[in-house]
Structures are given as C-alpha cells and as structure tokens.
C-alpha cells in the first residue's frame, strides 16, 4: 500500500450558503491529494504530460459523514491499496482532526493522449509498484 498526507485550508469560496465545504468540491480535494501522492513518488503529472499520456477520471465515489466549514485545515490522507495496471484506484480519507469527514474513491485510466486508447504505464512505472506491491 502506498499512503501520502496532505493538508488543504478551507477557503470561503469553497462554502455553500449553510456555511459547509459544497460537496462537489470534495473531489477538488481529491485531486490535490493523489497529485501530491504521485509527486511524492517521483511521478508528477506534468512529466507523464509531457510523455504524451494523461489520466482522465472514470469512477468517482463519495460517502459524506459529516461537514467542514471556512477555515478548517482538513487532512486528506490518499492512498493506493492495490498494484495499478492500466486502471489506478485512489481512495481518499479527508478528517479535520480526529473526526473522518468524507470518504471517497477514483478510479483512473493512464491514457495515451493523442489517440485516447488506455496503456500500460512505462516500466519505470511498473518498477517503482514493485517496490510497494509483492504481487
């Protein structure tokens, strides 16, 4: 399994009427999670654009349990729990706290940019999951 830890600050603009994070912006957070994540492995997304392949979301999923508010510093924690292939599965967990405020999954498909087919990532790709996956 690989995990990463990133902290996002709330911003007014991110609230509804109510005062809470608007739900369509938990996926916002997801992306700075598993962007940080890929970073944090050597694999910014900037370089696998520039090598010509992209990773367009085909799965999301959300399970809200309770709402953050202007300010709070949230907690996304992102991890891959499973070897990727040509699919990459995140699953994310964003607290403030202690409190587990949202739970959420994306599934991704690394894509060649040009002709929009799904491949295989590159061996130094795969070199660096054997590292976390034994299987």
Request: no cysteine; net charge negative.
């Amino acid at each position: 399994m690989i995990e990463h830890t990133t902290h996002i600050r709330v911003r007014y603009a991110e609230t509804d009427t109510m005062g809470f994070v608007y739900y369509g912006n938990y996926p916002l957070y997801y992306e700075v999670g598993r962007t940080e994540l890929m970073r944090s492995l050597g694999i910014p997304y900037a370089d696998l654009e520039a090598k010509g392949i992209i990773l367009p979301v085909t799965k999301i999923e959300a399970t809200y349990y309770a709402p953050a508010r202007y300010d709070d510093l949230l907690t996304v924690k992102t991890r891959i729990e499973k070897r990727p292939s040509v699919r990459i599965t995140f699953r994310y967990f964003i607290y403030r706290e202690d409190t587990l405020l949202n739970e959420g999954t994306t599934v991704l498909a690394f894509t060649d940019a040009e002709q929009h087919r799904p491949l295989r990532p590159s061996m130094e790709i795969e070199n660096l999951w054997n590292e976390y996956f034994n299987y």
